[in-house]
């Protein structure tokens, strides 16, 4: 059955007397559920692309930032592309895409988590840059394998990056720079990351047509501070396989 829509828009939410429902059948079919609820410990930036209005093949020249106002700007501009990851849309990137943002500083211990789809692994391409002068805490794929930056900028391969929707984890503290696909390490760096000032989806440094650029899609991406008091990475990580996955 097609979603439930009124006046042409899909409904994404619904309440009744002020309380969200849950759950909305038609002749005994499930049209609408409810998501599930976000961990609030230690978010700072949400971007998930089910909260854009915009029809298939739109432009996307901002990503509002659910969590506050350092909304993503394009370079660029991506698409818009519905029922790309379990019923949810995306926003695709193709190589000379990119959005962008600069924010107050962000102290380590920070944790990325992208629901996220590779559409090539043949080139060095950057799918997050932390949007700073250096290219430090940086996430991506190199001729076939995974990739993460330290605080050096050193580049740390390992693993074979594919092409399938995974849930990318990566955590930059000053010990370590870990990159987590799907719950499992494939990377780490000693080195560690740094803080972080701003943030650049799939171009490095903000810059469009290079060899840095990536062929992808991103369906959310939230950021959160590991250190905040109740902040739990498998919290993040069940709300995110409940609403796109399994991943």
Known sequence: MAP????????TGATIDGEE???ITVD???AYTAGPDIPDSGLMHQYEADNL???DGDSVSTWPDQEGTDDLTAGNAPTYRTDEINGKPAVSYDFSDYLSVSFSTISTPIQHFLVAKLDSTSENNTLLYDG???FQNGVGYDSGSWFITDDDTNFITGGNA????????ARATFADHELSIDSSVVLNAPDG???QTGLTHTARSGRSASNNDADARIAAHLIYDASASGFSESDVRDYLNDKYGPL
Do not use: A, P, R
Request: proline share 0%; glycine share 12%.
């Open 193 to 195: 990351g740094v803080d």
């Open 28 to 30: 005994g079919q499930v």
């Open 4 to 11: 439930i829509s009124i006046d042409g828009e899909e409904i």
């Open 53 to 55: 209005s915009k029809s």
């Open 162 to 169: 594919n092409t399938n929707w995974n849930l990318w984890d």
């Open 21 to 23: 429902v849950q759950e």
């Open 132 to 134: 700073g002068s250096n």
